[in-house]
């Protein structure tokens, strides 16, 4: 029988994700896919597995779980509160969960998407050539309590690895590239875009993110009357109410409010894992900059099995320290 | 960064990090449409390397590619050679094209915006709805959703804007109007157009061989049908009493 972990109790907005189906944009079906794609492939590092396969991506909150059989998990992106039969685990960090043994999943601390993976991926049924839940498409729908998760075949047996997060939480400076539009807006809102806090709002999803500022909006003259264009994920779309909207996965393959610029694919999980509230800034790049800052962001993605580590339990993620016999010397601290 | 002159049609302009978009024209017309399909049907024969996929939208033709694998200078000299090849603007329209018959419930509490959308038109509804219900109006791109058309083009009259606000949830076979276009949206999804038409077709099938249902060069009309003619429609399967026949 193949690895499974049941639902127990469901949290508002779990999916199961993959890289999304590319090749459908002519029939106006976007990529789609994991909001946090590093965290995908985080995942996959952590467990040895190929970055293809789905893992279940968990929007602000996880849920709890139970596991049908022994099986292997991994957690990534945002840091959620979570416990295994009561004792906390390390989060960006691979672990054994014995039949059934509870998985339990909090509230995000320092991001949005948190991500389980499951040794050997989730074995959900593919629909257009991927297996990522599209909701604005209607493809598949939201895990729900109940819901089992079967894993694909896991051929590796090696849990207890640690991989430091790639840095993307807590907003910060976002880069961005020029557009086919950007021309359409004045130097001077153009100036005052990269100048401006934005705070992201707290309606974003995995279709797109609302930018909120004091002062006035980034209209453009004639912006209502735009032919419908080409929309990538990353665009910045301003809307009628003149703020900007950062396009993600989901987004919609054309559209007619002008968009300012684009968001550098690299500094996109930034923006999908900024927290309500977060602050974020626009900085414009030219193609070299953004060639480079890819280039670095796709080695460091090839490169992330090598950078995972075996765990070295710290003493303060151990709540049960004082059941352990410190003095008989059968603890010298560098256990896996 | 404003670097707006007087383009000169068509154009190549980079959109975001690995994006190509050969443009026929600023605004929607037959000839830039054609075009633009033409355009991507060549892009697709000639097999250029880095090309990831293609795409058209109404009066361009998008190319994504990989810029770490392609140099985006050498793929912009692929296109123009492509490009100067032909008059595109003249080219034919695709073959096998279908005439699609959609019944239509105009207005009512299904399709709420009819009177305000007639009003920005400067008609009476039931002009309004002579002239929706008539034109026969083709699919220019599939875009925004998943099998969803962009139908036209309408009279002048209905050079109306999208709505400063979003409506926070169209259904899926709405049908909608802007910028002398409507939309007949696949699924429900917010929008700035205006509802002035509800129909019962499904236009993504995700678990059929044919997920998607209309094809740019298809053309449709929308004939107005009873609100109890549609509920009958909506229970008939996924073509909700839609019908076509192949343009000769």
Redesign the interface.
Known sequence: MSAALLIRRAGPGMSVQDQGRPGYLSQGLSRGGAADPVALAEGAALLSQSPTLAALEMTGMGGEFQALTDLRIALTGAEMRVTLDGSPLVWNASHMVPKGAVLSIGSAQNGTYGYLHIGGGIDASERLGSRAVHLSAGLGALSQTGDVLTAGPDPVGQVGRILPPEPRFGGGVIRVLASLQTALFSDAVLARFQATEFHRDHRGNRMGVRMNSDGEGFLVEGGLTVLSEVIVPGDIQITGDGAPFVLMSECQTTGGYPRIGTVLPCDLPKVAQALPGASLRFRFVDTDTALEAETRARNTLAGLRRRVQPMIRDPRDMPDLLSYQLISGMIAGDEE | ????TDIIWPCI???????L?V?FG???SEPANRAALAY?AAVERAGLSGI?????????C?V?FD??GTD?TDLRADLSALLAGQDWYAAPMPEGRRLWHVPTVWGTDLAPQLEEAAQAAGLSVDAAVAMLSTTRVRVQ????????P?LGQLPECW?I??????TSRIPEGALAV??R?MVLF????PT?WRHVGQTAIKL?R??SDM??VLRPGDEVLFPQITREAYENMVKSGPDGGATFEVIR
């Open positions: 960064m404003t670097e707006t302009r980079s959109v975001g990090f690995d994006g978009l443009s600023d605004r929607l991507r990831e996929e293609t795409s058209t939208s109404l009066v361009s998008f994504r810029p770490l985006a791109t599939i875009g925004f959703a998943p099998g969803q962009y050079n804007p999208r709505q400063q606000a979003l802007a910028i276009q696949s699924v429900a999804t700035g993504f995700p678990d997920p998607f």
